[in-house]
């Protein structure tokens, strides 16, 4: 008995006689060959989970076994290419085309690699290297390693998407790989102009030219979702094993889980929490864990950096993707709506988020010209929780009854947010800072800070201080030229305040 559909529902589609075939195993469904992968056998029957619109496919139509399972076309050729789910050309203008307009035809030249499967290394190095983001916040509070791990969660109007597409920018990275999965379609649009007007500034070319844009917006297949992300890991791996540092951010995970969801519920899984397959902590695990620096079989280093941004509905982080990405990632940058409604971006929460590398990344800033570099992040924290904690005092009794240190304490606070943790993507001065002049801008408010507190040790009034122009540290993040620049307007503050005594 030849292969054929028997039952179709959506992208689930039933077939019978499909001996010899595997699970993973990539099938043609019906005259169009729309493929399609093997999730579930059963005695002589296999589902098959399709990724593209299925509109037209019958029981009886024909089934064709590949022998082969779902596998990424590897080559530099996808290097400022932008591709579908399944690694298949799209034109800048096919974005949000019919699937039959894609190209299906493999490019000379490359090599097929199952994307489920984790390539091999010949070693897994330390994660103590930093990946520079350029945005302070991260930078300086909530570093990354090359081979991290980073979840992103914010609810809707938070800035997860701006955030990413600045990483995507401005680190340094060799190769970026963005997914957009399950995204609007002009959001997508607005990544591809975005990339095809930036300079790289390490090689004077397009910015577009190391990068990998997947692009399975939210009226694509949702199928297809489901296996971007494993696409986009497999071409980071193949970057990797060429020696090269790179960053796969997927935007979102949540998209991609929903993906997961309904083609549970097709299958008849029994469903865990709010619908969610019981699978899907091992499937996010099995996602992030291919996150690494590694040494190559030919020798030399890579690294495979993955940022994932969750999308909670509603903002709530007790869902079960928010929670189980928190179990498996080393960092977490959480997206604040307090901070994003005061315009403050990016609204990275300074109480909410952590990095599990900060300890090795400190030994690595110490080894590289930067021994305070703890000391700095320890100290901007702690004034950044103690003002925190005293503002909520100051909205019940006020601050002006509050006591001098304190006031001093929240005026460094206020000036930590607006002089060094916000940073406008809009500005061509502030949307990128490399690390040396972050430390400036830092340092340059906390010897303020200093200098106020021995102020008021010295008997000056708090409202004294608090009357002063800060204004030169506080812009410095904009207006400043350089280090030297940073450093100049610090002294000129320094400078103010000592004439209080």
Not at 6 to 16: D, F, I, K, S, W
Not at 25 to 37: I, K, S, Y
Not at 433 to 442: S, V, Y
Request: glycine share 10%.
């Amino acid at each position: 008995m030849d292969p054929e559909v028997t039952r179709v529902n959506g992208p689930l589609v039933e077939v019978t006689g499909l001996t010899g075939a595997a699970m993973n195993d990539v099938v043609d469904l019906g005259a169009g060959r729309l493929p399609g992968e093997v999730v579930a056998l059963t005695g002589g029957r296999a589902a098959v989970q399709a990724y593209e619109y299925t509109g037209g496919l019958a029981p009886g139509a024909a089934v064709r076994s590949t022998g082969r399972p779902l596998s990424a076309p590897l080559g530099d050729h996808l290097l400022g290419g932008v591709f579908d789910g399944l690694l298949r050309s799209l034109r800048d203008s096919d974005v949000w085309l019919a699937p039959s307009r894609r190209s299906r035809h493999p490019t000379p030249g490359t090599s097929a690699w199952p994307v489920r499967r984790p390539r091999p290394y010949a070693e897994r190095l330390d994660t103590d290297v930093p990946l520079h983001t350029g945005q302070r916040v991260i930078d300086l509070l909530f570093p990354v390693p090359r081979g991290g791990t980073v979840a992103v969660p914010g609810g809707f109007g938070t800035g997860k998407t701006m955030l990413l597409q600045q990483i995507a920018k401005w680190c340094d990275a060799d190769v970026i790989v963005y997914v957009g999965c399950g995204e609007r379609g002009n959001e997508m649009a607005d990544v591809l102009a975005d990339l095809g007007e930036l300079t790289d500034p390490r090689t004077g070319g397009r910015l577009a030219d190391r990068t990998v844009v997947i692009a399975n917006t939210s009226n694509m297949p949702m199928m297809a979702r489901e296996a971007s992300v494993h696409s986009a890991v497999t071409v980071a791996e193949y970057f990797r094993d060429r020696g090269r540092d790179a960053v796969v951010i997927a935007d979102s995970t949540s998209r991609w889980a929903e993906a997961l969801r309904e083609l549970a519920s097709r299958t008849g899984e029994l469903p865990a929490e709010e619908g969610y397959p019981a699978t899907l902590p091992s499937e996010l695990a099995a996602f992030y864990e291919r996150a690494g620096r590694v040494r190559t079989a030919a020798g030399g280093e890579g690294s495979v950096t993955i940022i994932g941004a969750v999308s909670p509905p509603g903002g709530d982080m007790t869902e079960p993707v928010s929670t189980y990405t928190q179990r498996f990632v080393r960092a977490l940058w959480t997206l604040d709506r307090d901070l994003a409604y005061a315009r403050h971006y990016p609204a990275v929460s300074w109480a909410g988020s952590f990095a599990r590398d900060a300890a090795a990344l400190a030994r690595w800033h110490g080894a590289h010209g930067d021994p305070g570099w703890a000391t700095r992040r320890a100290r901007v924290g702690e004034l950044l929780a103690e003002a925190d904690r005293l503002s909520a005092i100051a909205e019940l009794v006020g601050t002006s009854t509050l006591p001098g240190r304190e006031r001093v304490v929240l005026l460094g606070g206020r000036l930590l947010r607006e002089g060094v943790l916000q940073q406008s993507a809009l500005s061509p001065r502030d949307a990128y800072c490399d690390l040396e002049r972050g430390a400036a801008l830092a340092d340059a408010v906390l010897a303020v800070l200093d200098r106020c507190q021995e102020l008021v040790d010295a008997d000056v009034p708090a409202a004294a201080i608090e009357e002063q122009d800060f204004s030169p540290v506080v812009r410095a993040r904009e207006d400043a030229g350089g280090v030297a620049d940073v450093r100049a307007r610090r002294e000129t503050v320094l400078h103010r305040l000592g004439e209080l005594t």
